[in-house]
């Protein structure tokens, strides 16, 4: 039986999670967050749904492993695919990004049209569109793959020269042609919000996935009654499977504060668990 005292479980392919984690932190000061980045196997974007599956099987086995009240797949790629695997393998709540993501859209859209970036694997998984029009069929969605964000992001690069000319050679076909919304269907790119934004057009709505599950986060801790309204701030763990000095340098950017539980994960363990 799961607790309110439990951790939120949060995974993500690498470091992007992070954007999701300071959702959840801003709207919930009190949860306790374990997090996982698969930093040994990121990027997760550009490899098949298979692969997907299986390493995200086996970061959530390793949340569960931690007794977490709820599952959060942080990773836009890996919701956009692994979600009823995630769900029938496991007793413990998941919660996706590409549902929040969606149902926020469909309020913010005054037109219908409705944008999606994302990974490689997201866009070509439709995962957005589907969801959309699930919602409301009369949507008109244009979705575009913009990898190059994902590096950008990492390196800091959120309002470098060649970000610029990267999201306007991206973009400017979505600007073209008349989106009134566009969702951030991935973890990194609500870093580059300024630089899009200017790419698209000042009056397009941005949709930042973390936000709308922070949401879906909270309404569901407290349906279940399992929202933690302590007074102290939570505590977060922070878990990797390489490179724990990059995670942390990047981390501390990232979340604006200091890190002070990471460990390293490793492979050999996760591969066990599934
Ligand atoms: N976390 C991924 C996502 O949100 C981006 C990085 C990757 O490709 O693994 O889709």
Redesign the pocket.
Known sequence: MATIDDAIGVF???I??LTVVKKIAEKMPNENIIYFGDTAR?????KSNSTVIEYSLQDAGFLVQKNVKLIVV?????SSVALPALREKFDVPVIG?IFPGAALASKQSGTGKIGVI??N??VNNKAYSNELLKIDSRFDIIEKACPLF?PLAEEGWVDHRATKLIAKEYLQELKDYGIDTLIL????YPLLTNVIKKAVGDGVKMIDSGTAAAITVEYYLINEGLRNYRETPGRYEYFVSDLPEKFKSVAERFLGKEIDSLKKVDIEYLLGLI
């Open positions: 993500d392919s690498g992007g999670g990121v990027p997760y974007g550009t942080a990773c836009n790629t890996a990004m994302g990974t694997a997201t994902v269907g991935c973890t990194h």
